[in-house]
């Protein structure tokens, strides 16, 4: 069975970048555009991995972590910072990754299979 990630972002062009590039390495993928839907589509869904823009809409990516880092039943899954806001790195406490954008793909990846497989 192949992992699941959940792909969170408010820029339709990121979120399509990131579902092609997972997809290409066999993971299934599912997308939300702000922390309000991705909270929605977790609830719904086991994943293995979330990649979480910042800065978003309705609920932002600091929200959305903080709220299910308080859930035990989704505190564990690993998160990936993919964000082009300055300080991105001190709105999470612990992200496993965080990436610039633009993406370096082959980095992205390379993370993903060291966390997930």
């Known amino acids: 069975m192949s992992k699941k990630i959940l792909i969170i972002d408010d820029e339709?062009?990121?979120?399509?970048?990131?579902?092609?590039?997972?997809?290409?390495e066999g993971y299934q993928t599912r997308t939300a555009t702000d922390g309000v839907e991705g909270m929605k589509i977790l609830k719904?869904?086991?994943?293995?991995?979330?990649?979480?823009?910042l800065q978003m809409p309705n609920d932002t990516g600091t929200d959305f972590y903080r709220k299910i880092h308080r859930d035990n039943k989704y505190k564990d899954i690993p998160i990936i910072v993919v964000s082009g806001l300055a300080g991105r790195h001190l709105a999470i406490r612990k992200p496993i990754a965080v990436f610039d954008k633009p993406i370096d793909k082959d980095k992205l990846v390379e993370k993903v299979r060291e966390i997930i497989g």
């Open 12 to 24: 339709p062009d990121v979120r399509d970048y990131l579902v092609a590039i997972f997809e290409k």
């Open 44 to 53: 719904s869904d086991q994943f293995d991995l979330i990649t979480l823009d």
